[in-house]
């Protein structure tokens, strides 16, 4: 496999947009974080596929919880980073510009992803019961779903990354 200096060096900024929108200029608490480092994994897998978005959302997982650690490491919460990022390659690589491929990214991401298999990471850490995490849990669905829609839906569409989305094609 050839990977290219520009893949690795465009990677490696997604992967610090990842770790600063989700680490630091996020909402986080222990039960939810609400921000905006999807988008990074997004883009990511808008260039990249679903492959290498999963794994560039995995290494912003690991490289945030060394640099800006939340408690004791846990490798399943980097397993559902890579799922985000193997999820948005499948709804977002080499799609068209239309809002129906960034809900399906959103809602499979938010539904099946955030809200579901990160609430089990959350239970299988602290032990809490599956059911009443999800109601918890809730208010950062009700958050986020139309959040990452908006914002996938801007980015599928936006010129500049039109632009890049013809580079990287090239």
Request: glycine fraction near 6%.
């Given at each position: 496999m050839k990977v290219q200096t520009k893949k690795l060096a465009v990677s490696a900024l997604l992967i610090t947009a990842d770790v600063v929108l989700t680490r630091l200029l996020a909402l986080n608490t222990p039960v939810m974080k609400i921000g905006l480092g999807f988008a990074a994994v997004a883009l990511c897998a808008m260039l990249y596929g679903p492959g290498w978005a999963a794994l560039t959302a995995a290494l912003g997982d690991l490289l945030g919880a060394l640099l800006f650690p939340t408690g004791a490491y846990f490798p399943g919460f980097t397993l559902t980073a890579a799922c985000t990022g193997l999820?948005?390659?499948?709804?977002?690589?080499?799609?068209?510009?239309r809002w129906t491929w960034a809900a399906a990214?959103?809602?499979?991401?938010?539904?099946?992803?955030?809200?579901?298999?990160?609430?089990?990471?959350?239970?299988?850490?602290?032990?809490?019961?599956?059911?009443?995490?999800?109601?918890?849990?809730?208010?950062?669905?009700a958050v986020t779903l139309p959040v990452q829609l908006l914002v996938l839906t801007w980015l599928k569409k936006s010129p500049a990354v039109q632009k890049l989305l013809r580079r990287a094609g090239e």
């Open positions: 999820l948005f390659g499948l709804c977002l690589y080499r799609r068209p510009a990214a959103a809602g499979a991401n938010t539904l099946l992803v955030s809200y579901l298999a990160n609430t089990a990471m959350i239970c299988l850490i602290t032990g809490n019961s599956f059911r009443a995490m999800l109601a918890a849990r809730a208010v950062q669905l």
